[in-house]
């Protein structure tokens, strides 16, 4: 799947579209979620352009990979969710209920969470 650079999030990182900023450096962004599914819900998005995880671990250099997902637990660890704990979630294509077409990882955090998939 070809990326779309019409998505919101590489709008929300073109500065297009505004957001609410917890951690940004010149790989990674992480943002509040603008329909939060918990009290603690945070996007963590790469820079580069890769649609899903699928694309991200193919095609983005093996240390790129790494880090992203160090800060992935950093950026938990900064928000104060590590302790008890939290959800990491990346959907990925039709069936994972992906929305937006680029990579992401969800945070959420800040009550129990229940069931891993819900019964739809
Ligand atoms: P997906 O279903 O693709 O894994 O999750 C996409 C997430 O992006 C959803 O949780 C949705 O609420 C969030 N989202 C969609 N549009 C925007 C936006 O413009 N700003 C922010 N901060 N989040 C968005």
Do not use: W
């Not at 609410?20 to 992480?30: F, G, H, N, S």
């Not at 800060?71 to 969710?81: D, E, H, M, N």
């Not at 990491?88 to 998939?117: D, K």
Request: aromatic share 8%.
């Amino acid at each position: 799947m070809s990326y779309d650079r019409d998505n919101i999030f590489a709008k929300i990182l073109r500065g297009e579209i505004p957001n609410d900023t917890v951690y940004e450096d010149d790989e990674v962004l992480a943002f509040r979620d603008i329909s939060p599914q918990a009290p603690v819900h945070v996007l963590v998005i790469p820079k580069g352009e890769y649609v899903s995880l699928d694309d991200f671990t193919r095609d983005a250099p093996a240390e790129v990979v790494g880090r992203f997902f160090e800060k992935v637990s950093a950026i938990a660890r900064q928000l104060g969710v590590d302790g008890d704990g939290y959800r990491a979630i990346a959907n990925i294509g039709q069936n994972g209920g992906q929305l937006v077409p680029h990579f992401h990882v969800h945070i959420c955090a800040g009550r129990p969470l229940g069931r891993m998939i819900a019964r739809e």
